[in-house]
């Protein structure tokens, strides 16, 4: 589930990245894409895996605020 918090966290903020770095993060985000060895998972599949990391969080921030 790491992969796809870790992705979120590397994408630049559209009000700061200047369309130089936003073209160069882009590119190098399809490149790495395109050489990624990990086998493909259907989309229902993803969905599920993100749903289940929002429920483990919304369950972790509840027992912290209690």
Known sequence: M????DT???EP???TATDAAYEQWF???VTRSLHDTRPAIAHDEAMAQVEAELM???ASAATIHC
Do not use: G
């Open 2 to 5: 790491n992969d796809i918090t």
């Open 8 to 10: 979120l966290k590397h």
């Open 13 to 15: 903020a559209a009000q």
């Open 27 to 29: 590119r190098e985000k």
């Open 56 to 58: 483990r969080r919304r």
